[in-house]
């Protein structure tokens, strides 16, 4: 089966890409999630739209990344959720509420994609997560969860 990538999959692509995958894998796992659309050739116009925002947000050089990391390394995030008087949360922080978290900081625009968490964030306090730039930087922030 023949395929044009709509988002990044570990081992296969990056966005905009024309793969070809075993018919089960596309039908079952790719399309119905909308990393993939099926290969036609109008739907080749379509890929160079996906190229062109690709282009538009992704990290030029390391140099840029590693300049990045120590624009984000350097903000001071803090993330209000509703908890209880114990100091829990209800519910758990997720990638997006990092990301809006760090827009409203001042940080750059990140892909939710790229935040890597250790271990849920189900608590009132300052947690440690990690925000994947690139293969080889990675950018470390300290968000601060209170109490809304």
Known sequence: MKL????PVDHLGIPGEIVEVKDGYGRNYLLPRGFAIKWTRGAE???EGIKRARDAREIRSID???EIRTQLEAL????????????????????????????KAGGPA???RAVEIA??????????VGLKLTSGVVAHIDVNVVSA
């Open 4 to 7: 044009i990538l709509t988002a």
């Open 45 to 47: 116009k379509q890929i």
């Open 64 to 66: 840029h990344a590693k």
């Open 76 to 103: 001071t995030v803090s993330l209000p959720a509703n908890a209880g008087d114990n100091g829990k949360l209800f519910g758990a922080v997720t990638p997006a509420d990092i990301v809006l978290a760090v827009k």
């Open 110 to 112: 990140v892909d939710k």
């Open 119 to 128: 271990k849920p964030i189900k608590a009132v306090g300052t947690h440690t």
